[in-house]
């Protein structure tokens, strides 16, 4: 993941290919290690260090994770009480990890598109917090509630 990390060069020389690999591994591996490849992916489509937001990356990584929502991002469709329970600590914190790092990354490339829907972000939780990206090394925690 370092090698990605502020480098813009070696970002856009990753192929679409390896993109899918990357989304597919992370569907394998889910909570049990695949935060670290969602931290791979949002470094892929943001260059840290300079806020420059990769749109050619950006459009292959929500392709890919859109094509494979449902074993990839299946924890934001888990009923309330189940989200609520990860967010709390009252599962493993891997799934915590999990979520987080998913979060930021449909954050990051919701960010600087206008065609990136942020619903997802929505059904992480009623009641929660979502850590969402925003410019440059800023990261802003949102807290979710739910009104009635």
Known sequence: MQAF?????????????Q?????????????NGGAEYLDLLNAIVKVEGLGLTLKRNQAYVMKYVMQDYNKLA???DQPREDREQILTL???????????????????CAEASQRVSLSPLTRVSNRGVARIRCGGH?????????TK
């Open 5 to 17: 990390i502020g480098n813009q060069s070696t970002c856009l020389k990753i192929l679409p290919q």
């Open 19 to 31: 993109i899918q690999t990357i989304v597919d591994l992370i569907c394998v591996l889910q909570e």
């Open 74 to 76: 299946g924890i934001m």
């Open 90 to 108: 009252k599962t493993d914190v891997q799934q915590l990890r999990y979520l987080i790092s998913l979060v930021d990354l449909l954050a990051t």
């Open 138 to 146: 800023k990261t802003t925690w949102y807290f979710l509630t739910h």
